[in-house]
């Protein structure tokens, strides 16, 4: 009788926890299941959100989808957001944005997927990924005619090593990109923070005195040297411009994953959604 009321309880408490995300808030000190939750949802990653379209390998279906949209919906979209995962952590800001200044936009994103047209993405995809990426690219190029800019981000710091023709690879993109007659953006990677790890605020939450946030910060030194050969291509064309939050990000000589005290990453080189928002927000101010 005993040993089955010990594994009764057992289940019990495995399914409440369960249920409550691994927290057990009768066992937790006052405040914490609701602590824990809230910074959870601070450093939750893009592709947690439903408005966020962003997969791991090419949905059609995702190109005409409602909930990709993000502001009025209502209007047609006339701004498209593409690219891998640094396209998609941007997404919060741009939602932000758009909801303020009345403008539909649609986005979709591939991960670590370089928006390089043809089979020009191959040498930077892992091989699983290779086909799915190229035709992901393809559809895009295909549906860029029906909207007015377009905003492409990707991890450019990430693929760099991947190809002796990168640059080139590049600076083509922006060419093609710029050939359309749109109005391109192109969105540069956010500053990264190879020591900052998202669980040390959780644990500080029991765990008195830990210093979570000089992990994630650093003294800022300047911009990064891809990013300026990117500001200098897309500066060749008129109707080309870069995007940065960066300013937001380093400030008075310090690189910081936290914004008034709250962290804004979600891993060391990707935004929160929560952050993301919240520098809209900041921008908006």
Known sequence: MAVSLSAALTVAISYHAIGSKGLIKEFSPAGYHSKILSHFNQTKAAYRYNYNCQFAEFNKDLIDSKHCIIGPIDQKPSVLIFGDSNAAHFVGYWKTVAESKKITMRNISHNSCIPLSGNKSRPYVTEGSRDSCEEFNKQIREYLPAFETIIIGADWEGYKYRSKTYISDIENLIKEMSATGKTIVISLKVPIFKDY???????????????????????????????????????????????????????????SAYLNGNPIYFDFGHLSMAGSEQIGKLYLS
């Open 197 to 255: 790890d998202r669980t040390c605020d959780s644990k500080a939450i029991k765990i008195p005195y830990m210093n979570c946030i000089d992990r994630g910060r650093y003294a800022d030194t300047g911009e990064t040297e891809l990013n300026n050969e990117i500001i200098t291509i897309a500066n060749k064309y008129s109707n080309v411009s870069t995007f940065s939050l960066r300013d937001y990000i380093c400030k008075q000589g310090i690189c």
